[in-house]
């Protein structure tokens, strides 16, 4: 017992959570681009009643190759705990639970989530640095989409731009690009917008 509560104080996870009055923050980082949310606002809307869903074994390698945990802090997570992803240029990102994810694949148990739509993603936005006006920039980040989905089916994306900037991003992507992307403009985001002090995880 005195081993574990001795592991648990050594555990930096564990005493960054100590801190009292920031909020949990999830930072995506994408080349030059860095998206900040908010996690508690997460939590409180899926604490709405809807169902967790299972998620895929190979979904959660793919999630445990690009987000970092630390192997320190998975005996302190409750891996019954499902995870909340969110939906994020045409693709799912885990922004809670990561650690429970990585127990549940070394364990071989089932992992659940709760996902929030694109309407409840954005709202969880608190600040945002983007390449919003740049279709180059955008038309690579869709190619890669495609990659991580090599099927044939169609593929939605809400894409937060002007009209004009998309035409400009259909106008960079080949045919069957274009085929198996389905893109909306949803306006264009406030860049740096403010919102509450966050402390990133």
């Given amino acids: 017992m005195a081993g574990s509560k001795e592991k648990e104080?050594?555990?930096?996870?564990?005493?960054?959570?100590?801190?009292?009055?920031?909020?949990?923050?999830?930072?995506?980082?994408?080349?030059?681009?860095?998206?900040?949310?908010?996690v508690n606002k997460a939590k409180k809307l899926v604490a709405d009643g809807r169902?967790?869903?299972?998620?895929?074994?190979?979904a959660i390698l793919e999630i445990l190759k690009v987000n970092y945990y630390d192997p320190n802090h998975l005996e302190h997570v409750d891996p019954e705990k499902p995870g909340i992803l969110l939906q994020r240029f045409g693709g799912l990102v885990l922004i809670d639970g990561i650690h429970r994810a990585a127990r549940c694949q070394q364990e071989?148990?089932?992992?659940h989530v709760y996902v929030l739509n694109y309407k409840e993603s954005l709202a969880c936005l608190v600040r945002q640095d983007i390449a919003s006006n740049d279709p180059q920039a955008i038309a690579d980040k869709l190619r890669k989409v495609l990659e991580r989905d090599p099927g044939e089916g169609p593929l939605e994306a809400e894409i937060e731009c002007s009209p004009q900037v998309l035409q400009r991003i259909r106008a960079l992507l080949?045919?069957?690009e274009n085929k198996r992307l389905v893109l909306h403009a949803v306006g264009e985001p406030d860049k740096g917008r403010g919102g509450p002090r966050l402390e990133e995880k």
């Fill in 51 to 58: 169902p967790a869903i299972e998620l895929a074994p190979q």
């Fill in 174 to 176: 080949t045919h069957e």
């Fill in 9 to 38: 104080e050594s555990c930096s996870i564990c005493e960054g959570r100590k801190i009292t009055g920031t909020t949990e923050a999830f930072v995506i980082r994408d080349g030059p681009d860095r998206h900040l949310f908010d």
């Fill in 108 to 111: 071989g148990r089932d992992f």
